[in-house]
């Protein structure tokens, strides 16, 4: 190959898709799947390398590829395509209109693919500032005298152990036992106890909490489905970190099913409507909350149910396990080469810091002002319509409406004829016809 020569796929999805070969910083050939232009000296490379870029020529090429399961287009196909010639010195003209509309776009491509890594590190400030109290400093000015969240999960505490101690006794009786004494009371286990160290210094009327004495003790922090076995028409649908979008939306079409019989084995895992999932296989720290719809669905062994209680948003705990004092923590009880997980004991254990209640609520509710701000910067669709303008200006260009035409330009029939004439010519490396022997008659 040689600088100018242009190179076509041509076959698979990518067929048509082409290269300019602008640079060869050394010798190279090309592999059978590509075929190669190399465009008359009189031509401009560039000029067929844009247009073999318009909507104009992905149509001819559409029409003449072949095959549905594996399109493809061979030499000759490609040969017969039609290209539009202006004059030379036009195509010079539109080249250079096109290369600096282009680069503009490629510009502006470029900074549109910081956003999403600039639009993270916004939300994670917004979230870190929230779970360190930035957010609502000025409320706790104004109610210095609320009850501290300490004081709250106490009562919690408490109260977690009267309903332990309720079902227990119950359990008890429905056996036909009756204690004679309280013995059966030191059975209780307390919530696992959090390691504070490495966590940030609290806003003065905060506390830290486990997961574990944050969820119900009626539905403790679980893992799900370990065999879920094959995608059951009709069964009950169960959710795995593949289904679950970076956006925290759930991804249905993936979704697989389970058989009745094996979801009620994982009772204990069944999700309702609001509760939490977080993955804790492969991808740890997706969260999504679960919709009304999979409400009775289940999850699997790679992701971790969490039920807000009845005193604490969803919200509130949502936000909590994106944040970076959760995210920091998942990094410190992560285990595991080439798939990277948390067990159950390490979701139980994670710290949650706990604002008094009303500073919750208004924390939610500033958090998430913030973090719409950052959604309605759509990145997507300005990528798509930057594809759809570039693809504007390549109409635009061979539709010959970019460029002023010049009418003492050299008519394109006359560089047409000269082109045919030196495609026609002989190359001066063929050999010549070998002369034909002349029988000679021997004389005796």
Same mark, same amino acid.
């Given at each position: 190959?040689?600088?100018?020569?242009?190179?076509?796929?041509?076959?698979?999805?990518?067929?048509?898709?082409?290269?300019?070969?602008?640079?060869?910083?050394?010798?190279?050939?090309?592999?059978?799947?590509?075929?190669?232009?190399?465009?008359?000296?009189?031509?401009?490379?560039?000029?067929?390398?844009?247009?073999?870029?318009?909507?104009?020529?992905?149509?001819?090429?559409?029409?003449?590829?072949?095959?549905?399961?594996?399109?493809?287009?061979?030499?000759?196909?490609?040969?017969?395509?039609?290209?539009?010639?202006?004059?030379?010195?036009?195509?010079?003209?539109?080249?250079?209109?096109?290369?600096?509309?282009?680069?503009?776009?490629?510009?502006?491509?470029?900074?549109?693919?910081?956003?999403?890594?600039?639009?993270?590190?916004?939300?994670?400030?917004?979230?870190?500032?929230?779970?360190?109290?930035?957010?609502?400093?000025?409320?706790?000015?104004?109610?210095?005298?609320?009850?501290?969240?300490?004081?709250?999960?106490?009562?919690?505490?408490?109260?977690?152990?009267?309903?332990?101690?309720?079902?227990?006794?119950?359990?008890?009786?429905?056996?036909?036992?009756?204690?004679?004494?309280?013995?059966?009371?030191?059975?209780?286990?307390?919530?696992?106890?959090?390691?504070?160290?490495?966590?940030?210094?609290?806003?003065?009327?905060?506390?830290?909490?486990? +997961? !574990?004495? $944050?969820?119900? =003790? /009626?539905? *403790?922090?679980?893992?799900?489905?370990?065999?879920?076995?094959?995608?059951?028409?009709?069964?009950?649908?169960?959710?795995?970190?593949?289904?679950?979008?970076?956006?925290?939306?759930?991804?249905?079409?993936?979704?697989?099913?389970?058989?009745?019989?094996?979801?009620?084995?994982?009772?204990?895992?069944?999700?309702?409507?609001?509760?939490?999932?977080?993955?804790?296989?492969?991808?740890?720290?997706?969260?999504?909350?679960?919709?009304?719809?999979?409400?009775?669905?289940?999850?699997?062994?790679?992701?971790?149910?969490?039920?807000?209680?009845?005193?604490?948003?969803?919200?509130?705990?949502?936000?909590?396990?994106?944040?970076?004092?959760?995210?920091?923590?998942?990094?410190?009880?992560?285990?595991?080469?080439?798939?990277?997980?948390?067990? +159950? !004991?390490? $979701?139980?254990? =994670? /710290?949650? *810091?706990?604002?008094?209640?009303?500073?919750?609520?208004?924390?939610?509710?500033?958090?998430?002002?913030?973090?719409?701000?950052?959604?309605?910067?759509?990145?997507?669709?300005?990528?798509?319509?930057?594809?759809?303008?570039?693809?504007?200006?390549?109409?635009?260009?061979?539709?010959?409406?970019?460029?002023?035409?010049?009418?003492?330009?050299?008519?394109?029939?006359?560089?047409?004829?000269?082109?045919?004439?030196?495609?026609?010519?002989?190359?001066?490396?063929?050999?010549?016809?070998?002369?034909?022997?002349?029988?000679?008659?021997?004389?005796?």
């Amino acid at each position: 190959m040689r600088p100018g020569d242009i190179v076509v796929a041509r076959t698979g999805a990518t067929t048509g898709k082409s290269l300019l070969l602008s640079h060869m910083p050394e010798p190279a050939v090309f592999a059978s799947y590509l075929i190669r232009l190399s465009p008359a000296a009189e031509s401009l490379p560039a000029f067929i390398a844009a247009y073999m870029r318009s909507p104009e020529y992905w149509r001819q090429i559409t029409r003449v590829s072949k095959g549905t399961a594996q399109p493809g287009a061979n030499a000759s196909i490609l040969g017969e395509l039609e290209v539009p010639v202006p004059p030379l010195n036009e195509q010079h003209r539109i080249v250079a209109k096109l290369e600096a509309l282009l680069a503009r776009s490629r510009r502006a491509k470029d900074v549109l693919d910081t956003i999403p890594a600039l639009l993270d590190r916004f939300r994670q400030s917004v979230l870190a500032a929230a779970f360190r109290g930035d957010l609502t400093r000025d409320w706790r000015k104004m109610n210095p005298d609320v009850e501290p969240a300490s004081k709250f999960l106490e009562r919690i505490r408490t109260e977690r152990r009267h309903r332990w101690e309720e079902a227990e006794l119950k359990r008890m009786r429905a056996k036909g036992k009756v204690p004679k004494d309280d013995q059966w009371k030191t059975k209780y286990e307390d919530p696992v106890q959090i390691d504070e160290s490495g966590l940030h210094e609290l806003p003065s009327g905060w506390a830290w909490a486990s +997961i !574990e004495e $944050v969820c119900p =003790l /009626a539905a *403790p922090v679980v893992y799900g489905i370990i065999l879920p076995g094959d995608d059951v028409q009709g069964g009950v649908p169960y959710i795995r970190p593949v289904d679950m979008n970076s956006d925290g939306t759930i991804d249905f079409t993936s979704m697989k099913r389970t058989s009745p019989s094996i979801a009620a084995q994982y009772q204990r895992a069944s999700l309702r409507g609001g509760d939490i999932v977080l993955s804790i296989v492969g991808t740890i720290g997706k969260v999504i909350v679960v919709p009304d719809e999979l409400d009775g669905g289940n999850i699997t062994q790679s992701s971790a149910r969490l039920r807000p209680p009845d005193w604490l948003s969803g919200e509130y705990l949502r936000l909590a396990l994106l944040s970076p004092i959760l995210r920091s923590q998942y990094d410190k009880f992560r285990f595991g080469n080439a798939v990277q997980r948390l067990n +159950i !004991e390490h $979701v139980r254990r =994670l /710290a949650l *810091p706990i604002a008094p209640l009303e500073e919750m609520k208004l924390m939610v509710t500033r958090a998430a002002v913030a973090l719409a701000c950052a959604d309605k910067v759509q990145t997507v669709e300005q990528r798509q319509h930057l594809d759809k303008l570039e693809q504007s200006i390549l109409a635009k260009a061979f539709r010959g409406e970019l460029v002023p035409q010049d009418p003492t330009d050299e008519p394109a029939s006359v560089l047409l004829q000269r082109l045919r004439a030196e495609r026609d010519k002989p190359a001066d490396s063929a050999p010549n016809p070998r002369p034909k022997r002349r029988r000679e008659t021997k004389v005796a």
